[in-house]
């Protein structure tokens, strides 16, 4: 990565070569110099340096933050340059050059269309932004691998969310960030925002509290409801799967799958494997594997227990892998052992998807396991959920769905899987990069057609 020091360097107790000498030995590459402000006997000038990691960044500032006449202002680098301001903004589609234009864009004009609005609301989808307009919702308490933050400090998640569903589908997004735990008032908010808006893309919720959040607003407001960590990492997980099933000559209906981490995402996993006629799903967290005839406080466990682990089995990890053929885990670094992979079936296929660092790292599952899947773009075969929600958003707002359901979801997962043609498709690329060109119009034609059959598509 850039890290740019602006330096206040005062001339006659330093020279340049010194500070040139302290980068390069601090282990830094010194590629760009820009005088900021030139004086008698001081310069400010913006050193760019290309570093290694953090830790490199932090010992080169310390380095030179030791020199004798220089001062260290301010350290920035290219990711905090791209968000200074934030990241997106409004535009108007018309420009406004003259007091007849005003008038109709603004008063007097604007009261007609307001009426037309009042007689019959749904014209809000052709005269208001509420045809293509999307809010991306949190509340800060399960941010990426950051958890509970403050709702400001998850702007800038929400608005790259925004970004992307600009970038891949047209769609406009709003992010929203919500100073609020309280699950009551986050969905009386979101159900007074609900007018606004042809969708809700609700993020970094922690569970369980993301599940009642989404199943009272799929009931209360007549706009889909999406929470893109339970259903986005679920679909393009379902989409992997289904061409790993093809490399490794497997069906879904006769394969033990062992899915680690019942959190909202082991959840929603779940239950598109169901969906898609999976019928041996053995899930564990931490207390080991969830049976039916074990009781459970969090009621979204009890379901669990009842539609999965059709044979009882009890344990932990170690035990309950034994013969599986596949496992996905979205739970946490290292708990899947060299060991427990050697237990599974033959040419195993493992979904690692916990970030920043998997359940086993592919170096060392490599030799034991067919296909390999993780959540991270430095190796192949990455479950990313930029996959998903733009064309899920293209198709749900173009056919006007006041719902996204379970055959939608499916729709979706086989039409990611479609976009690798058989003679593409090996290991190592089970699952389409995230700037293939098919997968929105894909998703979006596969969601529409899904939203017909079901009967939710209101356009």
């Not at 959540?375 to 958003?393: A, E, H, I, K, T």
Request: net charge negative.
């Amino acid at each position: 990565m850039t890290t740019i020091l602006r330096l206040e360097i005062i001339k006659n107790e330093v020279t340049f070569g010194e500070i040139a000498t302290v980068i390069s030995e601090a282990g830094g590459d010194m590629i760009a110099i820009d005088v900021i402000k030139e004086g008698p006997q001081v310069t400010v000038r913006d050193i760019s340096v290309n570093v290694n990691s953090k830790e490199n960044q932090e010992r080169i500032i310390q380095a030179v933050h030791d020199l004798p006449g220089v001062n260290v202002r301010h350290v920035s680098d290219r990711t905090f340059l791209l968000h200074l301001g934030g990241k997106i903004e409004v535009t108007s589609k018309n420009s406004i050059d003259n007091r007849e234009e005003l008038s109709h864009v603004y008063t007097p004009e604007v009261a007609r269309i307001c009426m037309a609005i009042e007689e019959n609301p749904t014209l809000a989808y052709n005269l208001t932004i509420k045809k293509n307009a999307v809010a991306v919702i949190t509340n800060a308490t399960a941010v990426l691998g950051l958890g509970k933050i403050k709702p400001e400090a998850a702007m800038p998640v929400m608005e790259g969310k925004s970004m992307l569903f600009k970038q891949f589908a047209n769609v406009d997004a709003y992010p929203i960030c919500l100073d609020s735990n309280d699950t009551e008032e986050i969905i009386q908010i979101i159900k007074a925002l609900s007018p606004t808006f042809g969708g809700i893309n609700l993020e970094d919720i922690a569970s369980p509290q993301c599940f009642e959040i989404e199943e009272r607003l799929k009931k209360e407001i007549d706009i889909p409801v999406f929470h893109d960590d339970q259903h986005g990492t679920a679909i393009v997980a379902l989409a992997g799967l289904l061409n790993a099933l093809k490399v490794t000559n497997r069906e879904l209906k006769a394969c033990k799958i062992v899915v680690c981490g019942i959190g909202a995402a082991g959840i929603a996993i779940t239950k598109m494997l169901l969906a898609a006629g999976a019928e041996h799903v053995v899930g564990v967290d931490r207390f080991g594997a969830l049976s039916r005839d074990e009781h459970y406080e969090n009621k979204m466990w009890t379901w669990y227990a009842r539609n999965t682990n059709p044979h009882l089995e009890k344990g932990p990890l170690s035990s309950v892998i034994n013969d599986a053929d596949v496992f996905i885990g979205v739970s946490a670094p290292d708990v899947l052992k060299v060991e427990d992979v050697k237990k599974m079936a033959n040419e195993p296929i493992v979904f690692a998807l916990a970030n920043p660092n998997p359940e086993i790292s592919p170096e060392v599952a490599k030799p034991y396991v067919k296909v390999m899947a993780t959540g991270r773009s430095d190796y192949p075969n990455q479950v990313n959920n930029v996959l998903c929600f733009p064309g899920m958003f293209r198709g749900v707002l173009d056919c006007r769905a006041s719902d996204i359901n379970e055959e939608m979801k499916l729709a979706a997962a086989k039409a990611i899987a479609s976009t690798i043609g058989e003679d593409e498709l090996n290991e190592d690329y089970i699952i389409p990069g995230v700037f293939n060109e098919q997968i929105v119009p894909k998703i979006r034609e596969a969601v529409i057609q899904a939203g017909y059959e079901s009967g939710v598509a209101k356009k």
